[in-house]
């Protein structure tokens, strides 16, 4: 079964590896229990330093699972609801329509909030935290739209959502994901890191010795080792870094529950079910997509930069999951692992 999983995950992904491809991609998959790791190319093409399993990514917008779980673990434990508004927790917010904007609509992408940040032409500009407030507030939404009525992926609602949650609990954060979801789950290997003024994450040498290069789809290198963006210029609004071995243990966690804290296993649970159906095949869950393909229910996050790519797939089902990891923009890894990898995967 292990050599059949690792043909099916091979054969889709060696050929997006090629000499021809910059970068590679960190793989794992994980089915009935067992985990497999494949590694596929080069951390850094002019250093010829080979992907590992250990391999430092940055996992763009899969990072939002872990705010979601937040949420999730703050609803149990009755520290936050779903229904709280988020200008309970923002107090500055006080336009017509943010005021309006709950918890569970910004961590079910359902706020109705779209700001310049998240959609091309994109801004030359980041933000500070007051321009950020000041958006929010003038912020009108198109006609007919309202919160908890619609679904529209948003990057700046995370971005808030995030906020809100260092001010429920008045800790950052990375600290804040570190001692409630890293620890418990005992993922050493995984940060949301500080960004220094070249734009690079602020991080232990040894951790970033083993971070990658990242580069564009056309096989450009972007921005040094390390490197993260973001629209907006205050604390922990840029990208999460994390390893397949890490990112396995939390997929894992979601599929099968083995998580010592009970609370902490239900809320990884509930993060996985839809909250909002908005077309046949998808579904809007904490974070989480939900894609009923008939043959198999996926439950996934994509995520992606100009110069990362990152997927975290499962069919909870049939207890199987996959993730992928490269350091190459552009490279839409959910195409191939939602709609090749994972079906070929639940029909064995």
Known sequence: ??????????????????????GGIAAADYVAGRIQFLNFGFADEAERRPITSDTL?????????????????????????LDDPVNKYVTELHGDYIRRVTLGQLVTHTSGLLLPTDHPPWPNASYSLAEFIDMLNA??????????????????????????????YGIP????????????????????????QDNRAIMPPELLQRTVQGYSDQGMP????GNQQSYF?????????????????FMAACIDGNVADPQLREALRVTQREAFHFD?????AMAWENVDLGEAVIVDKPGGLNNASAYVGLVPAKRIGLLLLANRGELSPHEIARYHILPALARQ
């Open 173 to 196: 954060i990375g600290q804040l994901v570190e001692s409630r979801i890293l620890t418990p789950l005992g993922m050493h290997s995984t940060l949301i890191p500080e960004r220094g």
């Open 139 to 168: 912020w009108t939404p198109h006609a007919g739209e309202e919160p908890g009525k619609q679904r529209i992926y948003t990057h700046a609602g995370y971005v808030l959502l995030q906020l809100a949650l260092e001010r429920r």
């Open 233 to 249: 210029d205050f604390s922990g609004t840029g990208q999460m870094f994390s390893t397949a071995r890490d990112l396995v243990t």
């Open 222 to 225: 972007i921005g040094p080792p």
């Open 57 to 81: 990514f940055n996992v763009a917008s899969v990072r939002k699972l872990f705010e979601a779980t937040l949420v999730s673990l703050g609803v149990l434990r009755g520290e936050l609801r």
């Open 280 to 284: 046949k095949e998808f579904g809007q």
């Open 1 to 22: 079964m292990d050599a059949h999983v690792r043909e099916i995950v091979t054969e889709n992904i060696a050929p997006l590896t090629t000499a021809d491809h910059a």
